[in-house]
Nanobody, 121 residues
Framework: QVQLVESGGGLVQAGGSLRLSCAAS????????MGWYRQAPGKQRELVAD???????NYADSVKGRFTGSRDNAKNTVYLQMNSLKPEDTAVYYC???????????????WGQGTQVTVSS
């Protein structure tokens, strides 16, 4: 069994910063991509950023230059540093990881429980 546990959400004023963390644990053989998605009320879940095991990053156009994704492979942890936050960044942020589990070496996508980020104007 695999768990993704997120932390770091909260309420911040526009222009402020937050840092999200997500740690994966359980029967993990290896982790391919780790990343962050978000879902605002009435909208579809969308990719914010993802990071490969080699450190290559991919960002949504709306967050480029403001958000930075990183990961610590030794800790099976992914981070999202969010700067210059805007009210339109308000959403529930979900951690996602594509994980190969042991002992059967099956690959699946796993999700965290979500953490609320609210940016006030």
């Amino acid at each position: 069994q695999v768990q993704l546990v997120e932390s770091g959400g909260g309420l911040v004023q526009a222009g402020g910063s937050l840092r999200l963390s997500c740690a994966a644990s359980g029967s993990i053989f290896s982790i391919n991509v780790m990343g962050w998605y978000r879902q605002a009320p009435g909208k579809q879940r969308e990719l914010v950023a993802d990071i490969t095991s080699g450190g290559s990053t991919n960002y949504a156009d709306s967050v480029k230059g403001r958000f930075t994704g990183s990961r610590d492979n030794a800790k099976n942890t992914v981070y999202l540093q969010m700067n210059s936050l805007k009210p339109e960044d308000t959403a529930v942020y979900y951690c996602n990881a594509r994980i190969i589990t042991s002992p059967r070496y099956l690959m699946n996508d796993y999700w965290g429980q979500g953490t609320q980020v609210t940016v006030s104007s």
